[in-house]
Structures are given as C-alpha cells and as structure tokens.
C-alpha cells in the first residue's frame, strides 16, 4: 500500500494529512509553523519533525511513497538545495517537492477557474495561469502587505488605540482591549511589551479578534479597521482576476474568514462582479497537498 503526506504550512500553524492510495484519510495531525523564514530553518524542521513523529504513533506509517509540502515561506517550487536543506534526515519519502501554501490551496479547489484568497496570519491571492502556472498578487509581507490578514487587521488598531489613548483621536474599545489582552496597565505599557524584545509577528495578530469582538460590540472605529482591511484585500484579488484566463470562482481561506463574518461580508460586497462566486473552500489546503504529492 503506497501513502500519500500532504503538508499544509501557514505562517502560524501547519496541518499534515496521511491519506492511502484510494485517498482514504488515515489521520490529520496539525503543530507549530513550518515557516523557516519567520521561524528558522532548525525550528522549522523541528516543527515537523514533531509531527510527523506524532503521524508514526498514531499511524505506524513513517515512509510515504511521496510528500508535498505547501509553505508559507515559498512563493514557487522550492529549488534542489532548498528541499534538501529543509526535508534531508526530517521527511522519509520516494519523492519528495515544495511549492507555496498557495499552491495547495489552489489544488484543494479542483477547478481550472480557481481564485484562492488566503487571509491568515498574512495575506496573499493565487490563481492558474493559462499554461497551468501560478499567477499571485500581494504577499508583500508584514512592513508593506498582508492587506487583510490578521497582522494588518491588528496593527492598523493598534495604531488607533494609542492615538485614542493619547487624545488624538475619539475614545474606542480598542484601547482597553489592547491592555487587557496583553495583561499590561496602558498602552504605553503595551509599547515597552512589544519592542523590548521585538514581540513575535504572530503573538501581534493574535489581536484581531479581539478587534473583531470590539466591532460586535458596535465601535465605529474598530469597524472602520475590519472594512478597510476588507476593501484594500478585494483591491489585490480584484487586481488577480483581471488577468486570469476567465472569470474565477473565489475560494476564501485563512483564520480571517473562517472567524470573522464581518470583514467576510465587506470582502464580497468590495469584491463586487469581479468573480463568478465567492464563498469558503470545500476541502482543506492540505487535500490539495495530498493530491500534489500523488501527482508526483
């Protein structure tokens, strides 16, 4: 019997899949980021060397007949040195190859008319080319992109707390949900917290829902962020649609739109007539990883 590991690895969490030759799932394991470039390359590959140990436990299965693993850290297939750099002594398998997280969730989709959106921990959209290759917009990281991802969401309110605490601006829930989250008295107890030392990317967008629970709570401003988060990640897969071989059918994934209902509706509505459907993805990314890996 030959098995298949499809490897799904965002920029917080990575999911693996072990599924047989009939595509039977045998187990999903999930475990800390396999992104080597924000994480490392030894805590990457630690990462996954937990998981797959956990896979070897609970399955009895440690040698695939093919991996594919979709990072956070890619942008296209991983070349030679990379691969090895990154699977070598970690990942038993005949064949083994790497792409973007957003190859897989694009092959998750099973449609040539695909549009992944992906709003997580950061952002960025792909789609298929007319040749089968992978058109992308945004993923521009963290100093200039992720319009729309839990980091934008977190330090555009972020911006606003302090300028509300200040004065500056109008009072906003967001300014006591900042300090309670992070357990300090203010937010100039958040700001000696936050740089000294620099505070982890994803620890700062762990903040977004509570930006989202501020919206529920009906704060103008905490809104104002979620729309125009929302309005600037449609402005990137907009951009991506106009040049795609036909008109797409987008697929939305990443803890943005599976928690948050309201930036969700203002995507749409800002995504407009630019798509042939807009709506969640039916399988998981990590499927689309499996399906690479029996391909390979």
């Not at 920029?11 to 595509?23: I, K, S």
């Not at 300090?184 to 982890?200: G, H, S």
Request: charged share 20%; glycine share 10%.
């Amino acid at each position: 019997m030959n098995y298949y590991l499809g490897v799904d690895g965002g920029g917080t969490r990575t999911t693996a899949l072990v599924c047989d030759e009939t595509l039977r799932e045998l187990v999903t394991v999930s475990g800390g980021s396999v992104n080597y470039c924000s994480e490392g390359m030894e805590r990457a590959r630690d990462n996954l060397r937990a998981i797959l140990s956990e896979i070897a436990e609970k399955t009895g299965v440690g040698r695939f007949a093919s991996a594919f693993i979709g990072s956070s850290a890619l942008f296209g297939r991983a070349d030679e040195a990379t691969l090895r750099a990154f699977t070598d002594g970690v990942v038993v398998a005949d064949r083994i190859a790497m792409d973007s997280d957003l190859y897989v969730a694009l092959k998750s989709c099973e449609t040539d008319n695909a549009l992944a959106a992906v709003c997580g921990t950061g952002s960025m959209a792909a789609a298929f080319g007319p040749a089968g290759e992978v058109l992308t917009r945004g993923g521009f990281g963290y100093l200039f992109g992720d319009e729309g991802s839990a980091y934008a969401i977190a330090r555009e309110a972020m911006f606003h707390a302090a300028r509300s605490a200040e004065g500056t601006e109008p009072p906003t829930l967001l300014t006591g949900a900042l300090s309670a989250f992070y357990g300090v008295k203010d937010v100039y107890a958040f700001t000696d917290l936050a740089y000294d030392p620099p505070m982890e990317r994803k620890r700062l967008a762990a903040f977004a829902p509570e930006v989202t629970r501020c919206a529920r709570q009906g704060d103008g401003t905490a809104d104002a962020v979620l729309k125009r988060q929302a309005e600037l990640f449609a402005g990137t897969v907009r951009s991506l649609a106009s040049v795609t071989p036909q008109k797409p059918a987008v697929f939305c994934y990443g803890g943005v739109f599976a928690h948050d209902e309201r930036f969700t509706a203002y995507f749409r509505e800002a995504l407009g007539d630019a798509c042939v459907s807009c709506g969640p993805l039916a399988k998981p990314p990590v499927y689309g990883a499996v399906l690479a890996a029996r391909e390979l």
